[in-house]
């Protein structure tokens, strides 16, 4: 075992997932586009989830906390800090307070005292790793002036991408919440260890708000924010896999440790996923690169370059290169020869045995619920920790003491790689996440009721109560003269358990 990376006195206590019930069966939708469904779900997964009439990224957010606070007991006086990661946030003024009032609010109706006044609510945007940085937050909150209270962490996000894109079969919306605290009950975070890359690398991913024309002679450009993104294929695969390397090679660094030890004594690996196929990719790769470090190891990837029929010396090259991608990019290249040699070898090394035995093990548990949920961005990373924790729990999984390694990625370009320990009894708290109770009952939807939801319409006939308890129940229309609440959400609240809807127990059973 690795006996220092990973150990911490400071993480996660719990987790909570709150996801929208609308859902888009990716069978169903390859029908309606006569896409191939065999190809689609060995590459993308199973479905993905719409928000629904009323259901926002605040709303789902403040739904994750709520069930947080209540499966776990939190007294809301002792969290000194509410963070919200997202790439999804409306408002470009304020951050997690409008997730504090929605609460307060509803904390109130509950007969519970509403979160401390002195309570921080910082936003943290970062396309996908928004997240993982405000866990950073926290975690140094409850280390530093923060100590002796508590911190939560939400990450909550709606991935929407054109109909037609290559992007529309990637879409989900949810939101997941972190308790964070010293003396951890499920995970200890080593933020000394952690591994951090920024770079920026242009259009990878981006969603830019038009407006006025740079200079004389360019078009007009209406003012309006571009929910569907803008990126750019294979160049943004290559960039997550590099991100993902850079964050690994500088954990490696900050703790001493040869790339194959860690890849073999870690019991699990968790990544941003985009969609099913990427993180077994980017694993795959990392491995490779870990066969070149060591000289007694070189036979083996030369080993995996003659099965996949490729230039051994070429794999090496590529593998020892730091390409500036940004540049090859604006050059023409777009991504397409980056490390050309060296993912052709990956790609074959994913189907063979040595794969599966070393490699594609480490990524087992929580893969099928993943599959079910669809991209969640900033809550991708956390939703597949959760459930991981769950089906290892489930299954009987012993992990205490066992180290975990979870990388997260945003596209633009950064990563991060943090080490997690996973501490003794940790089966209770994971039997508090109610990850059942999230998924239930969703709602299947039909091509005509996808496309009004995609739009931002509500179909006829339709009928879903937002998940989590929490709602926009109208929009400000007011310009003055004494009261400005053009674009305000106004939120209502009903409490989950008055409602006759299947969700289930908060404990998994």
Known sequence: MIERLGSSPFGISGFALCVPRPRVQLAQWCRWTGR??????????????????????????????LRLIRAHDVDPRRVGLLALGTESSTDNSAGAVILKGMLDEALVRLGRPPLARSCEVPEVKHACLGGVYALKAALRYVAGDGRGRQAIVVAADRALYARGSTGEETQGAGAVALLVEEAPRLLTVDLLRAGSVAQYRGPDFRKPLLGPPAAPGLPALPRENLEHPVFNGRYTTVCYIDGVRGAVEELLARSGLPARRLYHEVAAVFMHRPYHRLPYNALAALYLWALREAPEHQEELKSHCDAAEVDFGTVMAELASHPDLYAGFLAGQHGGEVYAAAMQVARHFRTSAKFAEVVAGKMRLGVQTMRELGNLYSAALPAWIAAGLVEARAEGVELAGELLLAIGYGSGDAAEALPLRVVPGWQQAAGRIGLTAALAAPLDLDAEQYAALHAGGAPPGFASEPAGGFAVARVGTAAGPTVWDLGVDYHRFQDEGQRPDPTGSAVEG
């Open 36 to 65: 191939s469904w065999p190809a689609l779900q060995a590459r993308v997964g199973e479905s993905f989830r719409l928000c629904g009439p009323g259901e926002s990224i605040y709303t789902l957010a403040a739904g994750a906390v």
